[in-house]
């Protein structure tokens, strides 16, 4: 299991265990799709401008890789047409740009609680491609303040905030006995 420390809240980002993810790659991929897809539209709805900040970066596709999973995302940033797409692998062409990481990392990314500067530095990140395109999707993620936890549970409606609590708790929980197996030691959330 890999474990790297950050600079940011010093909270250990675990890779998913590997039974975990083994036994995510047998499911299909369709309803993985559909409810990255409702959570890439809440995450709009409560923050419409973030890609206005894309600049000319707007409407490039972003290959995300969480290496401790059994499948990619291709972001589509159009703010005409938003688009996340759920695959296998990434495609070998048509991406400006592929970021690679652990989930935890690419989701504290997303929420403003890792740094991404200190994940790519410790090689807990990878980047290639259009850098300045992602330094540019960085920066309008930065900027919007998203809490994708609170955004996806928003999907809930009056049982928003109960699923959100239960949400960290279980997450909190689950990173507290993974780093216990891990042998780290370290407290923090595992996404």
Known sequence: ???????????????????????IGVLPLAPLGSALGLVL???????????????????????????????????????????IAVSRHLPAHGLHARIAGPLAGLAGLVDGRLDGDALFFSRALSVE????????????IDDAGIDLLGDAASLLGPF???????????????????????????SGRWN
């Not at 299991?1 to 036994?23: E, W, Y």
Request: proline share 7%.
């Open 41 to 83: 539209g809440a995450v709009l709805r409560r923050h419409r401008r973030i890609f206005d900040r894309l600049g000319t970066h707007a409407g490039k596709r972003f290959g995300l890789r969480p290496t401790d999973l059994p499948f990619a995302l291709v972001l589509h940033a159009d703010p005409a047409r938003p688009h």
């Open 1 to 23: 299991m890999a474990v790297t420390g950050t600079t940011r809240d010093q909270a250990a980002i675990l890779a998913v265990p590997r039974p975990i993810s083994a036994a």
């Open 160 to 186: 928003a905030g109960p699923a959100e609590r239960f949400a960290r708790t279980a997450l909190d929980l689950a990173g507290g006995f993974l780093q216990t197996r891990s042998g780290t030691g370290r």
């Open 129 to 140: 491609g259009d850098i300045e395109a992602v330094i540019a999707l960085r920066n309008a």
